[in-house]
T-cell receptor
Framework: GEDVEQSLFLSVREGDSSVINCTYT??????LYWYKQEPGAGLQLLTY???NMDMKQDQRLTVLLNKKDKHLSLRIADTQTGDSAIYFC?????????????WGLGTSLAVNP | SAVISQKPSRDICQRGTSLTIQCQVD?????MFWYRQQPGQSLTLIAT?????????ESGFVIDKFPISRPNLTFSTLTVSNMSPEDSSIYLC?????????FGQGTRLTVV
């Protein structure tokens, strides 16, 4: 079946790096995503990685994909208080023309001054 | 990219009544997705709205409770019918363009 798992909470100090982890079960997934949801707001796409890539870097964000272990991580360098939010991992299964995403439960990141 | 305008942004409704949520997209899209996000939870897909055909509902969701309209390629509505306090949630519409999913700002519904 299709399943995405994340740890629910992460607390870091301002200036430290944050690493949010995600595991998924569908080996046919084509794309894997990280979305950010700030309190009272909608979801914002942070970054995504194609399944044939191992790493993607975008400013303070680094995504690592271990396809063998079906493990995805998001590293936020120099974490700021504005990074406090819920981070959702999602996968896009390669199942015909089905475009729905499979979502994790979200990791709530708290950044302490 | 896609910009989605969703309304209302929030509402407080009496139990037993119905609320219709609207989503307008700034481009034509084949599929629109309706999600529910209960407090402290992840997104649960309610249904996929296709233009010109009936919506496809996920397990646990039925058309009588969540009727959906999709009159054209830029617009969709979701109705939450005969509401109870358990329907209190955030409802989000979403589209996928290429590889990215875009979301409306959500409708925060409280049923009293």
């Amino acid at each position: 079946g299709e399943d995405v798992e994340q740890s629910l909470f992460l607390s870091v100090r301002e200036g430290d790096s944050s690493v949010i982890n995600c595991t998924y079960t569908d080996s046919s997934s084509t794309y894997l995503y990280w979305y950010k949801q700030e309190p009272g707001a909608g979801l914002q796409l942070l970054t995504y990685i194609f399944s044939n890539m191992d790493m993607k870097q975008d400013q303070r964000l680094t995504v690592l994909l271990n396809k063998k272990d079906k493990h995805l991580s998001l590293r936020i360098a120099d974490t700021q208080t504005g990074d406090s939010a819920i981070y959702f991992c999602a996968e896009k299964p390669n199942a015909g023309n089905n475009r729905k995403l499979i979502w994790g439960l979200g990791t709530s990141l708290a950044v302490n001054p | 990219s896609a910009v989605i305008s969703q309304k209302p942004s929030r509402d407080i409704c009496q139990r037993g009544t119905s609320l219709t949520i609207q989503c307008q997209v700034d481009s034509q899209v084949t599929m629109m997705f309706w999600y529910r996000q209960q407090p402290g939870q992840s997104l649960t897909l309610i249904a996929t709205a296709n233009q010109g055909s009936e919506a496809t509902y996920e397990s646990g969701f039925v058309i009588d409770k969540f009727p959906i309209s999709r009159p054209n390629l830029t617009f969709s509505t979701l109705t939450v019918s005969n509401m109870s306090p358990e329907d209190s949630s955030i409802y989000l519409c979403s589209v996928m363009t290429g590889t990215e999913a875009f979301f409306g700002q959500g409708t925060r519904l409280t049923v009293v």
